[in-house]
C-alpha cells in the first residue's frame, strides 16, 4: 500500500438487507471455506500456487458486515450504509471498475462529534446517527463516495490536482494537494461541498481490488452544505 504506516484491512464482502443479506453471507462463508479447503490440500510437492487474485469490493468489506465493535479505524458504519442500498450490493459483487473513497469509523464519528457537539462511543447508536443526520441525503451520502467506470489510483488524483471529479450520483468533489514532508508525493485531501468541516484526506491509497479500487479517507465527504 502507498502508506505503511497504516492498517491495511483486509479479504470479506457486503449484501442485501433481510433475506438477500443472508444469503450472500451464507454465500461468502462457504466461497471462503471452498478456498481454505483447497489451500490445506495442497501438499509439499505441488506445483506452486498461482498468486490469488485481489478479493472484490464486497469481499474486502465483508468482515465489517456483522456486529458493530470498539476499533475505530476499521469500516463497521461504511459497510453497513452501503447494506440498506441494494443496488450498491449488487456492483460491490459484480466485475467493474470503481474508486471507493471509504471513511473509517473514526470519520464517522468526527462528522457527528461536529454536527452534534456528542461523541457517540457505541458503534450501532452512531450508525443511527449518520443515519438520522443524513435524513433523505443518505443515498446521495453514500454515493458520493464513489466514482463509477474509473479506477483512480493515488498519482493519478495527484494529477488531479485542483480538477473536480464526478462522483457516482452526478455529484463532484475537488482533488486538492499539499505537500507532505520528506516525500516526493504529496497528501491528497478532497474538497466537498461543505467548507464547515475538514477536507477529507487519503490515509491509507490504493488498496487493490478485482473491480476497483478503494483509498480509505479521514473524514466523511459530505454532498450537501452542512
Same mark, same amino acid.
Given at each position: 500500500t502507498l &502508506? =505503511?504506516?497504516?492498517? *491495511? $484491512? #483486509?479479504?470479506?464482502? +457486503? &449484501?442485501? =438487507? *433481510? #433475506?438477500? #443479506? !443472508? $444469503?450472500?453471507?451464507?454465500?461468502? @462463508?462457504?466461497?471462503?471455506?471452498?478456498?481454505?479447503? @483447497?489451500?490445506?490440500? #495442497?501438499g509439499a510437492d505441488a506445483a506452486p500456487a498461482t498468486p490469488a487474485a485481489p478479493p472484490s469490493i464486497a469481499v474486502w468489506l465483508a468482515p465489517y458486515a456483522g456486529s458493530f465493535n470498539t476499533n475505530n479505524n476499521d469500516f463497521n458504519v461504511a459497510t453497513h450504509l452501503v447494506l440498506k442500498f441494494p443496488d450498491l450490493v449488487r456492483a460491490a459483487t459484480r466485475p467493474g471498475n470503481s474508486t471507493v473513497f471509504l471513511p473509517s469509523d473514526y470519520a464517522f464519528r468526527a462528522w457527528v462529534k461536529g454536527a452534534t457537539g456528542v461523541t457517540v462511543v457505541n458503534e450501532a447508536a452512531l450508525f443511527d446517527a449518520v443515519v438520522t443526520l443524513s435524513g433523505p441525503n443518505l443515498g446521495h451520502l453514500v454515493r458520493y463516495h464513489i466514482v463509477k467506470n474509473a479506477r483512480l489510483g493515488y498519482t493519478q488524483l495527484v494529477a488531479l490536482n485542483h480538477k473536480p471529479v464526478v462522483t457516482s450520483d452526478g455529484s463532484t468533489f475537488t482533488v486538492r494537494t499539499a505537500p507532505w514532508a520528506g516525500? !516526493?508525493?504529496? &497528501? %491528497? $485531501? *478532497?474538497?466537498?461541498?461543505?467548507?464547515?468541516? =475538514?477536507? =477529507?484526506?487519503?490515509? /491509507?491509497? /490504493?488498496?487493490? %481490488?478485482? /473491480?476497483?479500487?478503494?483509498? @480509505?479517507?479521514? !473524514? %466523511? +465527504?459530505?454532498?450537501m452544505v452542512s
Open positions: &502508506f =505503511p504506516y497504516t492498517t *491495511l $484491512f #483486509r479479504s470479506g464482502s +457486503m &449484501f442485501r =438487507p *433481510l #433475506r438477500t #443479506r !443472508r $444469503f450472500l453471507r451464507a454465500g461468502l @462463508v462457504f466461497g471462503l471455506a471452498a478456498l481454505a479447503a @483447497v489451500a490445506a490440500g #495442497r516525500h !516526493r508525493i504529496p &497528501f %491528497v $485531501f *478532497l474538497t466537498d461541498k461543505t467548507t464547515t468541516t =475538514p477536507d =477529507p484526506k487519503i490515509t /491509507n491509497g /490504493n488498496i487493490t %481490488v478485482s /473491480n476497483g479500487i478503494i483509498h @480509505v479517507i479521514d !473524514r %466523511v +465527504m459530505l454532498p
